[in-house]
């Protein structure tokens, strides 16, 4: 199952603000999620990134990709199991207003499939 966020601003900006480095290299996204080994920073535009996240009281693996579309880039999100596929959801939007970023879809309804 996947789920999508539109967000109001280019790829290069939403890279820069919802994604940084550890000291290690590590991406991380999140608010308590990083990629098992170091990336660099943009390789989620390129291709899905496995992301290790703690969310509801369990470890949760999950994919990342932001595809760029004009103006605006979507955020996919894959591979999380179908009981924590909401919460990646909540938690990802939750996170992508913190680091400043305006959502295209603020009715909340970001879209699962």
Known sequence: MSASIT???DVGTVV?????HDDA???LF????????PAPLNA??????VIRDYLMERGVQY???LV?????????????????VDSVVWFARKHLLAAGLVLADSS???AVV
Not at 16 to 20: D, K, L, Q
Not at 30 to 37: E, K, Q, V, Y
Request: aromatic residues 4%; without cysteine; negative net charge.
């Open 7 to 9: 967000i109001s601003a």
């Open 16 to 20: 820069h603000a919802a994604f940084s």
């Open 25 to 27: 290299g590590h991406v």
């Open 30 to 37: 999140g608010f308590s999620g990083r990629t098992p080994d």
């Open 44 to 49: 989620t535009v390129a291709s899905p990134v």
């Open 63 to 65: 994919t990342v990709h």
């Open 68 to 84: 760029a579309s004009g103006s605006d880039t979507t955020l996919v999100s894959a591979n999380a199991p179908d009981d924590r």
């Open 108 to 110: 909340g309804d970001s």
